[in-house]
């Protein structure tokens, strides 16, 4: 139980490790931050994205201890420093999205419930704001508000999805769902060349996660596995339903980017328009993770999470009288309505990513 800094990503101060055991017998690797003032704002667990670690999100920690919010992070199942469940360790592996609701469940239950001060916010990105959405659905999340970065509503970056969910089904039938997708290796995706990336246009952090990924060796993994895109897809599928935003009631964020070639930002959009207590935002030319992008990006992140966020040390952010639907969602209509005029660059809409990644 470790966590490993480089020279450009050193570990915020005063860091807590805890190994977390699901209800199912794997070991997760979990940290814990506390702010420097005696009396911290709340507490942000950060839902990782697939093939993501802890070390991803130190500079991300740092400013949320800034903002005197404790911090909760962890390495879901099969990534990270957190168990495995094939004997390759850079394979990333699943065999349900049901399983990654028991390491939530273990983080709430051992670390959120009993270590750390409310209220609770979730901040998840990618994989895990998809997972906090159906867990919203499902009235389980642990959080008072979420904030989302690109959920992963729908892949962007494959033009025929109804083709290759049937083709991950015909091959986990027979029997190669511990095997990577076609095409796929071991090499971690914040690894390879900076030029073609779906992730940033910003180099400095692009190059300060690649120095981060190889210093964590098999803890970034590679591509997916038949099966992990196989539950991807048959998960996915819930969000299609247009009743299914309908009963999220947990106040929602999100932030989705105009460039972003890995989820779809057309879909996003749709979802949350039928989000009775959330909004969302798209922050145009931005590519995936948001979170890792250029600074003029990032800002505009941050001023969208301080006006949602209660306890934030922006203006616009007080406490509401009642946490209710409707309130929520002027809220987060309101908060940060001027950061709202782009829209999805037109390419990236279309399923061509091309033009993105020529930056």
């Given at each position: 139980m470790q966590l490993v800094p480089t020279p450009n990503n050193p570990i915020p101060a005063e860091p807590n490790l805890v190994g977390v055991r699901t209800k199912d017998g794997l070991n997760l690797r979990a940290a814990w931050w506390m702010p420097a003032t005696a009396k911290p704002r709340g507490t942000v667990c950060i839902l990782q994205g697939r093939a993501e670690f802890v070390e991803k999100y130190f500079e991300v920690i740092g400013e949320l201890l800034e903002r005197d919010f404790a911090v909760v992070a962890f390495d879901w199942r099969g990534q990270g420093l957190s168990d495995?469940?094939?004997?390759?360790?850079?394979?990333g592996y699943v065999r349900s999205f049901a399983d990654y609701r028991h390491d939530l469940e273990a983080v709430r239950d051992q670390v959120l419930l009993p270590l750390m001060p409310e209220p609770h916010f979730g901040l998840a990105h990618s994989m895990g704001g998809a997972i906090a959405?159906?867990?919203a659905h499902e009235s389980w999340l642990p959080f008072r508000r979420l904030v989302?970065?690109?959920?992963?509503?729908?892949?962007?970056?494959?033009?025929?999805?109804?083709?290759?969910?049937?083709?991950?089904?015909?091959?986990?039938w027979l029997g190669?769902?511990?095997?990577?997708?076609?095409?796929?290796?071991?090499?971690?995706?914040?690894?390879?060349?900076?030029?073609?990336?779906?992730?940033?246009?910003?180099?400095?952090?692009?190059?300060?996660?690649?120095?981060?990924?190889?210093?964590l060796g098999a803890g970034a993994i590679g591509a997916p596995t038949v099966a992990w895109l196989d539950s991807a897809f048959r998960f996915m599928k819930r969000f299609t339903d247009p009743a299914y935003a309908l009963r999220i009631r947990l106040p929602t964020l999100i932030l989705a980017a105009g460039a972003d070639p890995v989820c779809a930002t057309p879909a996003t959009e749709r979802f949350a328009s039928r989000l009775k207590a959330g909004h969302?935002?798209?922050?145009?030319?931005?590519?995936?993770?948001?979170l890792m992008e250029r600074d003029?990006?990032?800002?505009?992140?941050?001023?969208?999470?301080?006006?949602?966020?209660?306890?934030?040390?922006?203006?616009?952010?007080?406490?509401?009288?009642?946490?209710d639907a409707e309130g929520d969602e002027a809220e987060a209509a309101s908060a940060a309505e001027e950061l709202d005029g782009g829209r999805v660059d037109a390419p990236v809409?279309?399923?061509?990513?091309?033009?993105?990644?020529?930056?």
């Open positions: 495995r469940q094939v004997r390759n360790p850079r394979k959405l159906s867990a989302t970065t690109t959920p992963m509503i729908a892949l962007g970056m494959i033009r025929t999805l109804r083709t290759a969910a049937v083709l991950m089904r015909i091959l986990r190669l769902g511990k095997a990577f997708v076609p095409g796929g290796g071991e090499t971690s995706i914040s690894t390879m060349p900076f030029k073609g990336n779906r992730l940033t246009g910003d180099p400095a952090r692009y190059a300060r996660n690649a120095e981060a990924a190889t210093a969302a935002i798209v922050i145009p030319g931005a590519r995936h993770e948001i003029s990006i990032r800002e505009q992140f941050w001023a969208a999470f301080d006006a949602f966020v209660p306890g934030s040390p922006n203006p616009l952010a007080e406490e509401p009288a009642a946490d809409a279309g399923r061509d990513d091309a033009p993105a990644l020529s930056g």
